[in-house]
């Protein structure tokens, strides 16, 4: 049997092994009659190949990739058994110093597939295999790991700045006008001014309302200060202003007062979902926020029904509805709703405090206490104390409510609230997505707190989606049943029935609802209405809708509209419509254009011999964005966050931006959100339209017109504060490369040599690199930062080599200001 190479006469080197997919490592190597030679150890160890080195330094044993596909490099007999076969190797095939066994290029490939390709100017390898590596594998987990965090907001940067809390700072701004001329009546004129600012850490939003028609009270205004600090475990969020505190008694005028929480103001996600529907004008575009965070957005059908599949989240909730119209008078409205089911962390209690005074009549005193209590991760329970104190059956009222997921498809809710109703409500989705929800309400005898007299209300609801080839559709049946108390015996009830079908069929978008109406009347009141929108030649949209009823067998109204979209900014409309039961016809023309700083429009309307005139213009601006300029947008911004990016040459390092470092232009980012907008004049980088409270993952990118110029962060976490432009300073360093050479002087000849290991070091003396010199001597010191160095060939190599370099040492200096960066250029001569 061949042994392995007794003594053979050769260089160990350091080489350059890249993995593509995976990434690269400096590898021991050998070089042997010009044939490279890889340590097996540090390859196995690069790849994750189990491997173990017998204590005598003789053997390599362990598995390669699987458990069962075991393997042993033996130098003492020169062989590799792998796979159930003994390949014997060459008398070359090993050679094993003191720390390695090294193993020939090519037997790489023979036994193990793993095909090396070797560049013999730069001393590297890169490796060409079909196998699934483990390591491999562990980069494409990884890998699928950080898209599931970059999903989930959990993807980790390089940096990350906190909120800030300025004493004072500003602002956004937002304004509407709306003007409206009657033929047969005083012209009205509407204006309103959203100002939002930063007083005392706390977002400041202040809306200002004003009609020539109505007297300007502090009622249609609106104000609130909030403060929200997630690290405070006590008191997450302080609002004082106009609150909602989300009272289970009737309350339509708006509330003054203060509300505490402990309950963080960022988007939670639990699991599951509710499904909401309701109605708006057709076309119209309607935006779901929870907690002020953007989570979805839908156009309404061609009757202007909608839904969405509210995500639940963890915790109470503030689930808010934003509407948009495609043009005409009213650019903009907003709905608070209530979702019943709230889910908790197990072994997580969150609180709501809030106290104020209702802007009605009597100055009504209104109190709401409410903590809640996570049992399990699908149980949360809660209780608390409302007080209003107009209530006459009780100004008192204290509380419990229970959520439950039975299931991961079943949720049930459960309220009393003590002289005012006992509510149920179950919620079942099954894995068809068919939806059918019930809800019961029984309210107390005599009870006010809730304006209404009803004694119950049983409500049903069954809801399906479901596509097919050609159609897109969601149906929906509806109950609603109410009983009186005065007619309660008798059996009188008020039952209101809906069918409702929505989609898309064959790309048109239609709507058909049919309504029934029981009362005291023998016969039902049934209707239904149909409405559809048609794509025509010319990019026009035809929307005709029609409503008939039964009883009479006859239309009773009917409604028609073309449109047209003008390159993407702007739309333009007609319309008739004619009742026939309430005499009523109207004909009109609208305009919509939306300017970079505005939404504007205007239109005219014929209604029964009158004519009204109506024009309407909208935007925002943004002047405190610290870049001396003012920006302005076409869609409302008070209440939003937005940031600056200021790239600049952090000369000494310290990551702040001293006198003296100037701006660099060539930084380009990305974002997941909000409107980016560069400024050339000054390089710094707008970004807008963010949601506050929440943390944002930016990236960078280098265009930097010099190649010595890098990012010191690639990316930043970065929370956006409400209400103003968050300056971030993105510094930028310099990275030099320092080239040189080795030549052996031979009398007065000088070549190139190479293999040398060339290092430099810190001025405290500690290592900051090496690097081994190509065939023909010349080596490269790559991403050097600005300081002081001295740079040496390896004393060891060269003892054991038996020569001297002349100089035994260089010093050189890397500049941190690009204007005076030099060529450096190191050249080293050594002798036997």
């Known amino acids: 049997m061949a042994k392995a190479h007794p003594a053979p006469v050769f260089d160990e080197i350091t080489m350059y092994a890249t993995v593509p997919g995976v990434g690269s490592m400096e590898v021991p190597a050998v070089i042997y009659n010009d044939v490279p030679y890889l340590s097996v150890t540090a390859v196995f160890d690069f790849l994750q190949i189990k491997n173990t080195l017998s204590p005598r330094m003789d053997s390599i044993s362990g598995f390669f990739i699987h458990p069962a596909a075991v393997y042993q490099i033996n130098t003492a007999e020169n062989y590799i058994w792998f796979q159930q076969k003994k390949t014997a190797l060459h008398q070359d095939g090993l050679i094993r110093t003191d720390n390695h066994i090294y193993l020939r290029l090519d037997y790489f490939e023979t036994v193990f597939a793993l095909k090396w390709k070797f560049n013999f100017r730069s001393l590297s390898v890169v490796l060409q295999t079909t196998l699934e590596l483990p390591v491999m594998r562990q980069m494409r987990e990884e890998a699928m790991r950080k898209n599931l965090d970059r999903l989930r907001g959990e993807e980790k940067a390089d940096t990350t700045i906190q909120r800030q809390y300025p004493l004072f700072a500003g602002g956004m701004a937002d304004w509407n006008v709306i003007t409206t001329q009657y033929s047969d009546a005083p012209a009205d004129t509407r204006l309103s ?62 509330v003054v007062g203060v509300q505490f929480t402990n309950a963080p103001a960022t988007y939670r996600r639990s699991f599951g979902s509710y499904r909401l529907s309701d109605r708006t004008e057709p076309g119209w575009m309607v935006e779901l926020y929870i907690n002020n965070v953007l989570v979805n957005y839908v156009q309404a059908d061609a009757a202007g029904f909608f839904t969405f599949d509210v995500p639940l989240v963890y915790g109470n909730s503030l689930i808010k509805l934003r509407y948009y119209s495609p043009w005409g008078e009213e650019r903009f409205r ?23 005074v209702v802007e009605d009549t009597v100055g009504s005193k209104l109190g709401r206490a409410v903590v809640d209590y996570g049992l399990g991760r699908r149980f949360t329970i809660g209780a608390g104390m409302e007080y209003l104190s107009s209530v006459q059956s009780g100004s008192k009222m204290p509380f419990l409510h229970a959520s439950l997921m039975l299931t991961s498809k079943i949720m049930l809710y459960g309220e009393y609230t003590h002289g005012v109703r006992s509510r149920a409500l179950l919620n079942y989705r099954l894995p068809s997505d068919l939806q059918v929800e019930l809800n019961y309400i029984r309210y107390a005898p005599g009870q006010t707190a809730i304006n209404i007299t009803y004694e119950e209300e049983r409500k049903l609801m069954v809801a399906y989606p479901f596509r097919k080839s050609k159609i897109s559709a969601f149906t929906r049946f509806s109950a609603w049943q109410a009983v009186l108390p005065a007619v309660k015996g008798t059996g009188l009830q008020y039952t209101t029935l809906e069918a409702l079908f929505s989609g898309v069929v064959l790309g048109a978008s239609a709507n058909i609802t049919t309504y029934a109406l029981y009362t005291q009347s023998p016969k039902p009141y049934v209707y239904t209405n149909f409405s559809t929108t048609v794509r025509l030649p010319l990019q026009c949209l035809f929307t005709p809708q029609l409503q008939y009823e039964y009883a009479a067998a006859k239309l009773i109204s009917a409604k028609a509209e073309i449109g047209k979209y003008l390159t993407g900014r702007g739309y333009i409309n007609m319309f008739y419509e004619k009742n026939w039961k309430s005499s009523f016809e109207s004909v009109g023309i609208g305009l919509r254009f939306d300017f970079s700083f505005a939404q504007t429009g205007a239109s005219v309307r014929r209604s029964n011999g009158a004519t009204a005139y109506v024009q309407n213009a909208g935007g925002s601006i943004m002047p405190g964005n610290g870049t001396g300029s003012i920006q302005t947008g076409n869609r409302s911004v008070v209440g939003r966050a937005g940031m600056v990016l200021l790239p600049f040459l952090d000369k000494n390092g310290n990551g702040k931006r001293d006198a003296g470092e100037p701006a660099v232009a060539g930084l380009g980012v990305t974002i997941n959100a909000g409107t980016v907008k560069h400024n050339y004049s000054d390089t710094s980088i707008l970004v807008y339209n963010l949601e506050p409270y929440a943390a944002y993952l930016v990236r960078f990118t280098e265009a930097f017109n010099s190649i010595t110029l890098h990012l010191a962060y690639k990316s930043m976490n970065i929370m956006a504060d409400p209400n103003l432009f968050k300056r971030i300073e993105v510094p930028v360093v310099v990275r030099e490369e320092v080239a040189g050479s080795v030549v052996v002087e031979e009398g007065s000849i000088r070549k190139g040599k190479g293999r040398i290991k060339v290092q430099y070091f810190h001025e405290d003396g500690s290592l900051a690199g090496q690097t081994v010199t190509e065939a023909d001597g010349f080596f490269s010191f790559s991403n050097v930062a600005p300081g002081r160095y001295t740079a040496c060939l390896d004393a060891e190599q060269l003892s054991r080599l038996g020569i001297t370099a002349k100089p035994d040492k260089i010093s050189f200096t890397v500049a941190a200001d690009m204007e005076l960066l030099e060529s450096v250029n190191l050249k080293f001569v050594i002798r036997q």
């Open 193 to 254: 001014l959203a100002m939002g600012a930063v007083v005392a850490g706390g977002e400041t939003n202040v809306l200002l309302n004003y009609s020539n028609r109505i007297p300007f009270t502090e009622r249609q205004q609106f104000y609130q200060w909030r403060r929200v600090n997630q690290h405070n475990r006590v008191f997450s969020q302080i609002m004082a202003g106009k609150i909602f505190p989300q009272q289970t008694s009737s309350v339509f005028m708006p």
């Open 334 to 356: 907003e709905q608070n709703i209530n979702i019943p089911f709230n889910f908790l962390p197990q072994g997580r209690l969150e609180y709501t405090v809030s106290a104020g």
